[in-house]
Nanobody, 124 residues
Framework: QVQLVESGGGLVQAGGSLRLSCAAS????????MGWFRQAPGKEREFVAT????????YYADSVKGRFTISRDNAKNTVYLQMNSLKPEDTAVYYC?????????????????WGQGTQVTVSS
C-alpha cells in the first residue's frame, strides 16, 4: 500500500508563491505517474498537473499553465508543485495522488492513492 503526505500549504497574498511537497512511502515510486488535484468548498475535485514516472513528461490544466510547475525527485520519493503568480481563484485544498501506471493522466478515477490534502489560501 502507498501512503502520501502533502505539506507546504498556507496563506499568501495574490501574486505570491508557494511550493507544495508530497512524500510517498512506496518502494517503486519511480514507476508511477503522479498528479496534483485541488478542491474548493462546494466544488468538485479538479485536475491541476501530472508528471510521468520518469519525470520526462508533464501536463497542466489550462488555468495554471505558465504559473505552476510539477516536478519529482525519485531518489527522495517526493513530488513538488511550485505555484507562482497565485490568484484568489487558486484557493483550495490541494491533493497529491499516485497512479497505478507510469503514463500521465488528468482524470481523478485513474489515480489509486491519495494524500490527505493541504490548504492553500490566496488573499486579494
Amino acid at each position: 500500500q502507498v501512503q502520501l503526505v502533502e505539506s507546504g500549504g498556507g496563506l499568501v497574498q495574490a501574486g505570491g508563491s508557494l511550493r507544495l511537497s508530497c512524500a510517498a512511502s512506496g518502494r517503486t515510486f519511480r514507476k508511477y505517474a503522479m498528479g496534483w488535484f485541488r478542491q474548493a468548498p462546494g466544488k468538485e475535485r479538479e485536475f491541476v498537473a501530472t508528471i510521468s514516472g520518469s519525470g520526462a513528461f508533464t501536463y497542466y490544466a489550462d488555468s495554471v499553465k505558465g504559473r505552476f510547475t510539477i516536478s519529482r525527485d525519485n531518489a527522495k520519493n517526493t513530488v513538488y508543485l511550485q505555484m507562482n503568480s497565485l490568484k484568489p481563484e487558486d484557493t483550495a485544498v490541494y491533493y497529491c495522488a499516485q497512479r497505478g501506471l507510469a503514463d500521465i493522466a488528468s482524470v481523478v478515477s485513474e489515480y489509486a492513492y491519495w494524500g490527505q490534502g493541504t490548504q492553500v489560501t490566496v488573499s486579494s
